[in-house]
């Protein structure tokens, strides 16, 4: 009650109280991680309180799932990879594993490939909960030209999501069906693309033969 009336420090107290009572009750750890996460408290004090709740309950889907998200926000990239992957084992569709897939190759490709402005600004709003922001500034990010097929693909995913909390499922259907249809074709692509110079060297040997195009690569 007090985490829902916006005093999340009294509501820690609370948590903490409720955990030297239950010590092995994985909700109050829980809960007490969203507060945490509110009052913007240290990374590590974040995830102590997600990972025991996850020791308490392992199929607590959502722990994970907010766990991965603040490992992500530090920059914890392998650590947040696998408690995707676990997330992935115990729920394959929950609605936010596509989202933090993207994320994921989206920060293993940012150290090389410069984001703009507004797609940042965007993930940032998004976090926030700011969904109308969100979607005018993904979408300016998008129309930008400049993202790569993995960035635009989590943009299409952040875009679906805030349209989901906004309450407009028949968008964000439509937005998430273009990322899964973007994830599909770099996946046929990174089968494909291998292949070609061994393609082109059969062409060579037997021109007239009719072969895979190279409108892949």
Sequence with gaps: ML???GKD???IQAYRRAVEIFPFYSEPLYNMGNALRRINASADEVVAAYRKAIEYDQGHREAHANLAVVLLDAGRVQEATSVVETLAKLDPVFP???FLRARIETSQMASTLPLPATFEQAVTAYAAGRHAETILLMKQALDSGVLSPHI????LFVLANAFAGLGDSTQSRQYRALAE???????????ITPAIPCLDRYKKVFPSSLILSRSFS
């Excluded at 249809?181 to 089968?191: C, F």
């Design 9 to 11: 420090k009294e509501a």
């Design 181 to 191: 249809k973007s994830r599909r074709r770099s996946s046929t692509l990174s089968m």
């Design 96 to 98: 936010s594993l596509a």
């Design 3 to 5: 985490a829902k009336t």
């Design 152 to 155: 635009r693909r989590t943009g």
